[in-house]
């Protein structure tokens, strides 16, 4: 349970120490007020901004008290931003620019869409393995998990395969609210600075312990969502994942079963899974980010880049950065992320798909007392492949994220080679 995409690098990786350094350390470095000249230097009007004031285009606001320039009263009127019809050039910059800019929107979004939609099947199928200790076939390769995929989509259609796709995205939205809320009011920090220490990493920890423990009741709504069998699924509205974690933690809605954990129970592995999965993310994208950099500043003094590489680098270090943090994080996790789901869906009376059949449906009848007793069980009764089951979801569903994010790098290429 985590948010896919959390905000500023993931806190341990910040991404504002470039512009702290550059905002506070290099445009208005430490001063002495002694002097009166000192002062005058310190005191400045805003940094130019083009098209402000009149300007022509590229040059400077004068210093505080100056004399203003003086302009030639003939000639053709001054337009207010660059790129008129007087110079053919700026046209070409600002479309470019312009053609930048939507291409960065382009992949963002193609990424977050990957993320969130075409991978859901993928999520749906893994959680459905996760939770089925009736299972024979582990579906630890994608061969197997592609074929009862299509099982599935014969036998119930396309939205067995889609289910809970909304309640996930409701989810993301409680755990985003509810890190903002909580960061508001108190004086835990929602991201470390580059300057950070042992006691702001804790209390940001914190943070994310409290965030968790909140969407936690919604999780759990949207586990069962994902989960439920077609066959005897209910058209629930897309706030249904809202009601029943209210339900969950008000003790009312659909009746569970006596074996039903109480969230005191699940708040250990919860919060565990999530700081840990947050941990190794925001680790290993902050590692991949700094070799990637290297990698691009080292080309640069090497040869001259092309513009066209300049405005991939721009935006590709960072996609890739975060794609290999959720892949090695999930990978790394998956035994855990198991054990969380059966104790998540234990007692709520959830039928599930047959993973085996690709057709027909089983119960859920847990018995585990715990975090350990769930390990222990599964361990015995289904061997060390049990805590992988449906790890071939999680190999189609990185396979296909990564050829999304090749083919926009393809058209972007291409796009940016037609207008240099």
């Keep these: 349970m985590h948010p896919r995409r959390p905000d500023g690098f993931d806190g341990l990786g910040y991404r504002g120490g470039a512009r702290d350094e550059q905002g506070f350390g290099g445009a208005f470095p430490a ?3 002694s002097s009166g000249s000192d002062l005058s230097h310190w005191v400045t009007t ?18 505080y008290g100056a004399p203003a320039p003086s302009t030639p009263l003939e000639g053709p009127a001054e337009e207010p931003f660059p790129g008129g019809s007087s110079s053919g050039g700026g046209v070409q910059g600002q479309s470019s620019e312009q053609l930048n ?18 991978a859901h099947p993928c999520i749906v199928l893994r959680r459905q393995c996760q939770v089925n200790y009736h299972a024979r076939h582990y579906h630890l390769t994608p061969f197997t998990v592609i074929n009862i995929m299509y099982s599935f989509n014969k036998t119930q259609g396309p939205r067995a395969l889609w289910k809970g796709m909304g309640s996930t995205f409701i989810v993301q939205g409680v755990t985003l609210g509810a ?15 580059h300057k950070w220490n042992p006691k702001q990493i804790g209390e940001h920890l ?11 009741p919604f999780y759990s709504a949207s586990l069962i969502e994902t989960v439920q069998s077609e066959i005897i699924r209910d058209n629930t509205g897309i706030l249904e994942c809202v009601k029943e974690g209210i339900g969950r933690v008000m003790g009312l809605g ?26 190794i993310s925001s680790a290993i994208q902050k590692f991949v980010l700094l070799i990637l950099k290297r990698k691009t500043y080292s080309s640069h003094l090497a040869e001259s880049t092309s513009p066209v590489q300049s405005m991939l680098d721009a935006y590709f270090p960072e996609l890739i950065a975060n794609f290999a943090a959720s892949l090695c994080s999930d990978v790394i996790l998956y035994p855990l992320e198991t054990v969380l789901h059966r104790l998540h869906i234990q007692g709520t009376r959830t039928i599930i798909d047959n993973t085996d059949l690709g057709y027909e449906v089983l119960p859920i009848n847990t018995q585990y007392e715990g975090m350990r007793d769930c390990i222990n069980t599964i361990r015995q009764e289904e061997g060390m492949l049990g805590f992988y089951k449906g790890f071939g979801a999680v190999i189609i569903q990185y396979t296909l994220h990564a050829a999304v994010l090749q083919i926009t790098k393809i058209i972007y290429s291409t796009l940016l080679q037609n207008s240099v």
């Design 101 to 118: 800019r939507f291409a960065g929107f382009g992949i963002g979004l193609a990424s977050l869409f990957t993320e969130n939609v075409l």
């Design 179 to 193: 890190e903002g809320i909580i960061s508001e009011f108190t004086p835990l920090p929602r991201e470390i600075s």
């Design 31 to 33: 001063r002495s007020f």
């Design 46 to 63: 805003p940094p130019d901004i083009p098209g402000s004031r009149n300007l022509h285009w590229g040059e400077k606001s004068p210093p």
């Design 254 to 279: 659909v009746p569970h079963s006596k074996r039903l954990l109480p969230l005191l129970s699940l708040i250990f592995p919860t919060v565990l899974h999530g700081v840990l999965h947050y941990i």
């Design 206 to 216: 914190l943070l994310k312990s409290l965030t968790y423990m909140v969407a936690m």
